[in-house]
């Protein structure tokens, strides 16, 4: 390589190359990352070397306040993002406007900016607890050139003018983590917060979480012609502050939802599973238990063919008392059960099931698995099906198998 080669272009003899833009990625969460990690390190650096404070102090500094400031940019946008899933809609020109003002390095008129949407979700302002206190000590640096340059454009010293001669690095550094932990958190909960909007569960004011909650505080379904149930209703409405419009759509949608329903006492059943399919499935996991147990011990150099061809007539055996739809619903619950996938993607993933067009022999190969029993029943009850989940437990204690 010679002094004059570009180094944003790709050299082959190079042993340190960094992937960026569409060649790994450029985030503004890896960015922010990386700025971060250069204030971790250059601390490090003068606790553990001969490296000089008032040199590094500028960088650490400057590294620190900037990541705060893509801290309060990245929050801002997923506000954003919460606005758009809550389909709360704006002009053309006040989202350009608010665009245009996210591009100042001012932090404190960064912090009101996120401030102003803070309350998009009740569980967001704790989150933002103690925040201010901790970054207000950047405030004066309005700029983010303070420890950049030597002067601001007025040709005035930035450490002079706001009358600083000491830096307290320790103390900084204390500081610095303590308020990244706090923005850490922050945006991992409203990342939680986008993916849990996007189920399309919620109202105006109540959150997929509230309502869940509420399900839980509701008689079932029988009583809610009665005295109680007005009572109840009169509670959740004073607690989330709540009115009666607004209360009514959040029962409607727990009375649709899979899973909340089924807190009120009102299963939507998903398929068409009979209790006898569920007593062969659990008579199938038996027999692979009591078939695996009984290898444990045993070494056997490959598989016989006549072991093969006997465990594919025992699973056709089985085929035949179990359909194909039944198949690919414990299948579905299997996926459900083994993954972060809400009830709301429930039909989706059967639908990706079907489409995949798995052979049966492969589906019952899969579903004979003791470890796969357990998740379908982790699925079922993620998914509200009670009646489903109580066939299968109950099949499988008279089968004598435990998970």
């Known amino acids: ?40 390190i250059l601390i490090k650096s003068l606790k553990v070397s001969q490296e000089v404070e008032d040199l590094l102090v500028y960088p650490i500094v400057y590294n620190a306040r900037h990541s705060i400031e893509l801290s309060l940019k990245i929050v801002i946008k997923m506000l954003w993002e919460l606005e758009r899933k809550k389909k709360i809609s704006h002009s053309v020109e006040f989202i350009a406007e608010r665009k245009k003002k996210l591009h100042t390095h001012n932090i404190e008129e960064l912090y ?36 950049k340059y ?12 706001n009358q600083i001669s000491h830096i307290s690095i320790e103390l900084l550094e204390t500081e610095f983590k303590a308020v990244m932990e706090k923005f850490d958190d922050l945006i991992y909960f409203l990342g939680s917060c986008v993916d849990e909007y996007s189920l399309g569960t919620f109202t105006k004011s109540l959150s997929r979480t509230d ?32 009115g009666s419009k607004e209360l009514t759509d959040a029962l409607n949608l727990i009375k649709k939802h899979r899973l909340f329903s089924s807190n009120i006492g009102c299963e939507r059943m998903f398929g068409t599973i009979t209790e006898d399919e569920l007593k062969e499935y659990a008579s199938l996991v038996k027999y692979y238990c009591k078939k695996n147990k009984s290898k444990e011990n045993v070494v056997t150099e490959g598989y016989k063919l006549e072991e093969v ?7 056709r055996k089985y085929l035949s008392s179990i359909s194909m739809e039944t198949l690919r619903t414990l299948l579905c619950f299997y996926e459900m059960g083994n993954s972060n996938l809400a009830v709301e993607k429930l039909e989706d993933t059967y639908k990706y099931i079907v489409d995949s067009a798995f052979d049966e022999m492969y589906i019952i190969r899969k579903l004979k698995q003791k470890n796969t029993c357990l998740r379908i029943i982790v699925g079922m009850k993620k998914c509200g099906q009670v009646t489903y989940e109580k066939q299968l437990q109950a099949a499988l204690e008279e089968e004598k198998v435990e998970l």
């Not at 180094?7 to 969460?29: L, S």
């Not at 009740?122 to 103690?130: C, G, K, L, M």
């Not at 061809?309 to 699973?315: H, K, S, T, Y």
Request: proline share 3%; with cysteine; charged share 35%.
């Open 1 to 40: 390589m010679g002094v004059n080669d570009n180094p944003f272009e790709f050299h082959e003899e190079d042993t340190i190359i960094a992937c960026v833009g569409d060649n790994g990625g450029t985030t503004d969460d890896d960015i922010r990352n990386g700025f971060k990690r250069t204030v971790e």
């Open 112 to 147: 009101k900016m996120a401030c102003e949407n803070r309350n998009i979700d009740r569980r967001v302002p704790a989150y933002f607890e103690n925040i201010e206190d901790m970054i207000q000590f950047y405030y004066f640096d309005e700029e983010g050139d303070a420890f």
């Open 150 to 161: 030597e002067l601001n454009k007025d040709d005035q010293p930035h450490m002079i003018k």
């Open 211 to 242: 309502i869940g909650e509420i399900s839980k505080k509701l008689p079932v379904y029988e009583e809610w012609r009665t005295e109680k149930f007005k009572e109840v209703k009169d509670q959740i409405k004073q607690e989330y502050q709540l």
């Open 309 to 315: 061809q006997q465990n594919a007539e025992i699973l």
